[in-house]
């Protein structure tokens, strides 16, 4: 049995989503809000 195998677990969707926002330089939606409510008040 190989050990090594065992430590590996697949990607959760909140670190697959982290990679995605990153790649496209993509911002936080919540980041998006407050920035929108900054400019309009």
């Known amino acids: ?4 195998g065992l ?3 697949p990607k ?3 670190e697959h ?3 995605l926002r990153d790649g496209y ?6 980041d ?3 920035g929108l ?3 309009l008040s």
């Open 1 to 4: 049995m190989c050990v090594a």
């Open 7 to 9: 430590t590996k677990r």
């Open 12 to 14: 959760t969707a909140y």
């Open 17 to 19: 989503a982290r990679e």
């Open 25 to 30: 330089e993509y911002g936080e939606y919540s």
């Open 32 to 34: 998006m809000v407050f």
């Open 37 to 39: 409510f900054k400019i």
